[in-house]
């Protein structure tokens, strides 16, 4: 079957622009993660849907950051008001509870 | 509340020579522990995961994983590297619960020289 997709692969955007991310995951799987990863600073955490719960935004850097999670599926990662530190490469994750995560290739990210 | 901390942001070793890739966790409540590995240009694996049925744990490609709870530590070994082992490896710690969310290290970045 597929596995967790995510568009677009690459974002050039300005600083000060809006940006959507958008994560399709691995269908029936309950659990999405967001993560940013940036050259030497390894999988930073954002944000974690379970199921029906509440999401975990205990990660999320600031409040320009925001995401939901549609009908238990496909998931949007949104940056407000991009700066130039928000480059890096977001990837989403998910899983069935308790079992392995299932990464998507990522979006690239770069704020000019 | 859990974190990891990997020593060693890059590990050089020869080829057949043993991998040691340290972990060490944090962790309120008994953890999930895993490692995954990120070969170039392609996406995040597990390669092996402890969840308290045993304390060595096998993964994939030859590793290995002990959890030492007195040392808090689940270092990744295998040994005898091969070229095609090159590639960054994160741990990664949850809570003692599928429902907790997965915190990963910074990674380590392993090269193996010829």
């Known amino acids: 079957g597929a596995g967790v997709s995510q568009s677009p692969s690459n974002k050039v955007t300005e600083k000060g622009k809006d940006v959507e991310l958008r994560c399709d995951p691995i269908?029936?799987?309950?659990?999405l993660y967001w993560y940013r990863q940036s050259l030497g600073q390894g999988l930073e955490f954002l944000i974690y849907?379970?199921?029906?719960?509440?999401?975990?935004k205990s990660g999320l850097p600031s409040d320009r950051f925001s995401a939901e999670r549609t009908g238990g599926s496909v998931s949007t990662l949104t940056i407000q008001r991009t700066q130039q530190e928000d480059s890096a490469v977001y990837l989403c994750?998910?899983?069935?509870?308790?079992?392995?995560?299932?990464f998507g290739n990522g979006t690239r990210l770069t704020v000019t | 509340a859990q974190s990891v901390t990997q020593l060693g942001s890059h590990v050089s070793v020869s080829e057949g020579a043993l991998v040691l890739l340290r972990c060490n966790y944090s962790?309120?409540?008994?953890?999930?522990l895993f490692w995954y590995v990120q070969y170039p240009n392609q996406g995040l694996q597990l390669l092996l995961k402890?969840?308290?049925?045993?304390?060595l744990v096998k993964g994939i490609n030859g590793f290995e994983a002990e959890f030492k709870k007195s040392e808090t530590s689940f270092h990744l070994t295998k040994p005898s590297a091969h070229m095609s082992d090159a590639a960054e490896y994160f741990c990664?710690?949850?809570?003692?619960?599928?429902?907790?969310?997965?915190?990963f290290g910074s990674g380590t970045r392993l090269s193996i020289r010829p």
């Open positions: 994750a998910s899983s069935l509870l308790g079992s392995p995560l299932h």
């Open positions: 269908s029936g799987h309950t659990a």
């Open positions: 849907f379970q199921g029906n719960s509440a999401p975990d």
């Open positions: 962790s309120s409540v008994p953890p999930y």
């Open positions: 402890y969840t308290s049925a045993a304390t």
């Open positions: 990664a710690v949850s809570g003692y619960s599928s429902a907790s969310k997965i915190i």
